[in-house]
């Protein structure tokens, strides 16, 4: 546990550290000078942090942390999921009191700077509804395979080293401890700049806690499936890429209540958080939600 805490406060110091670093300068100035996103360096610190404790501790870089590539079915898995609970959540949203369906792309929209907006707007309009969800489909997937090395950076902290320090640890109580962590990691960002949260950058600090909190019994299960780090990087790309699924064809509601990050994805995950319990323990039961990590 000493050295799970050692990993928290160096990934809280340094992830917090680079936010604010460019929130002072811009994001813009940020990727000017640095030749990347920030959200893209931001996923990076997680590693960062494991080569500065292994070397800190003198231990062998990278040893023992699930990166070998073993093909097997969780990484097509890892891959569907996070289209199905986008999909889920845009039905889930339209169920919702002051939510409707909409072709009109209002919630998306109301996301963008008045500029963009009116761009974005008129690149819509060359498109029937459903060949621009064709097309953004076609860029979620391909955003997705882009971001995968840079979600390999963050997952191999969260769910790789940090998940084998809680070994001891019941899979529930794991799964809670890095969810917390990994939630309040973002907070500069939501509350400065309102990142997933532009209407409500305060509230948003705590919906983004719930938001991974509910999001990591899932990647620590598809982890301790596929027996390696690289699916739940798979599974992070695309929950990233894939979330505009869910405000392009409603109108109405807040980014409180629809989205990925909002109400409707919270039970979204808490749907998909069921079907994967229900298939551990009646199908292949193997009850890893019951049992220790390092049982699993």
């Not at 610190?45 to 003198?58: E, G």
């Not at 500069?188 to 019994?217: D, K, R």
């Not at 409603?250 to 409707?264: E, P, R």
């Amino acid at each position: 546990m000493k050295k799970a805490i050692q990993f928290t406060l160096l990934a809280w110091i340094l992830g917090w550290s680079l936010q604010i670093f460019g929130i002072c300068i811009g994001p813009q100035g940020f990727q000017r000078i640095f030749k990347i996103d920030l959200g893209w360096a931001l996923m990076l610190i997680p590693t960062l942090c494991i080569i500065l404790l292994q070397l800190f501790n003198r231990e062998k870089l990278f040893r023992n942390l699930n990166i070998p590539i073993r093909l097997n079915w969780w990484f097509l898995i890892a891959f569907i999921v996070p289209f199905v609970y986008s999909f889920l959540t845009l039905g889930i949203s339209i169920l919702l009191p002051n939510i409707s369906f909409s072709i009109n792309h209002e919630a998306y929209l109301s996301r963008l700077s008045t500029d963009m907006r009116e761009t974005v707007r008129q690149q819509i309009s060359q498109f029937t509804p459903l060949r621009y969800l064709c097309y953004r489909l076609y860029r979620a997937f391909i955003v997705g395979l882009i971001s995968i090395p840079v979600a390999f950076g963050e997952e191999l902290g969260w769910r790789s080293y940090l998940l084998k320090k809680l070994k001891n640890k019941p899979f529930f109580h794991a799964s809670l401890f890095i969810g917390i962590v990994w939630g309040i990691w973002h907070f500069p960002l939501i509350l400065f700049l309102g990142v997933n949260y532009p209407q409500h950058s305060v509230a948003g600090v705590g919906m983004m806690i719930i938001w991974c909190t509910l999001l990591t019994p899932i990647m620590i299960y598809i982890t301790i499936k596929s027996k390696s780090v690289i699916p739940p990087a798979i599974f992070h790309a695309f929950v990233n890429s894939s979330g505009f699924i869910t405000i392009m064809f409603i109108k109405g509601g807040s980014d409180l209540t629809h989205a990925n990050t909002g109400l409707a994805g919270f039970i979204s995950l808490v749907i998909v958080n069921i079907a994967f319990y229900f298939y551990d323990k009646f199908i292949t039961k193997e009850n890893i939600f019951t049992k220790e990590i390092g049982d699993c």
